[in-house]
T-cell receptor, first 113, second 112 residues
């Protein structure tokens, strides 16, 4: 069946360090993945996405890696800042089901100054 | 663009009352999604529309929940009658051809 799960529910890092948030998915038919950041009291905010024909994509201070062999993706945040503290969700798009997003449980990132 | 606009931001109602949540998607987006977020179940997809037509409502918990999209710029999620277990944050999101999903700020519903 479909499922998207996160390996670590909480992650605490020191300011300036790099953060890595992991996500596993089970449906090999998925072809689009998105990372969202959710701050307290707000809706999920798009960070970065990746299509299944890619294995790496970089943004500003963020990199998403996709390993289709083991159905795993990760979000790397460089030089983590206190403003990065939030809950991070990976989401899976099953294109042949009309584009609905299935979300993982979320990882809470806490950045210590 | 103002983004996805939801109203109200907060709603407190008594058990048994009807609750209506509203959403205005981003202009030009052809998909609209309603999600519910709770601590126990995370983000759950309730229903989504494509070009104003409901495509998948398998996530709607029961008949007390209904959603409509009378036009491309407006959608409602109604709960009648409401129950305390419906307390959650309800998010609306819209996208363009399956990409660029944008979420609103949510409606925090409390049923007492």
């Amino acid at each position: 069946g479909e499922s998207v799960g996160l390996h670590l529910p909480t992650l605490s890092v020191q300011e300036g360090d790099n953060s890595i948030i992991n996500c596993a998915y089970s449906n090999s038919a998925s072809d689009y993945f998105i990372w969202y950041k959710q701050e307290s009291g707000k809706g999920p905010q798009f960070i970065i996405d990746i299509r299944s024909n890619m294995d790496k994509r970089q943004g500003q201070r963020v990199t998403v890696l996709l390993n289709k062999t083991v159905k795993h993706l990760s979000l790397q945040i460089a030089a983590t800042q206190p403003g990065d503290s939030a809950v991070y969700f990976c989401a899976e798009n099953i294109y042949n089901q009309g584009g609905k997003l299935i979300f993982g449980q979320g990882t809470e990132l806490s950045v210590k100054p | 663009d103002a983004g996805v606009i939801q109203s109200p931001r907060h709603e407190v109602t008594e058990m048994g009352q009807e609750v209506t949540l509203r959403c205005k998607p981003i202009s030009g987006h052809d998909y609209l999604f309603w999600y519910r977020q709770t601590m126990m179940r995370g983000l759950e997809l309730l229903i989504y529309f494509n070009n104003n037509v409901p495509i998948d409502d398998s996530g709607m918990p029961e008949d007390r929940f209904s959603a409509k999209m009378p036009n491309a710029s407006f959608s409602t999620l109604k709960i009648q009658p409401s129950e305390p277990r419906d307390s959650a944050v309800y998010f609306c999101a819209s996208s363009n051809q399956n990409l660029g999903y944008t979420f609103g700020s949510g409606t925090r519903l409390t049923v007492v």
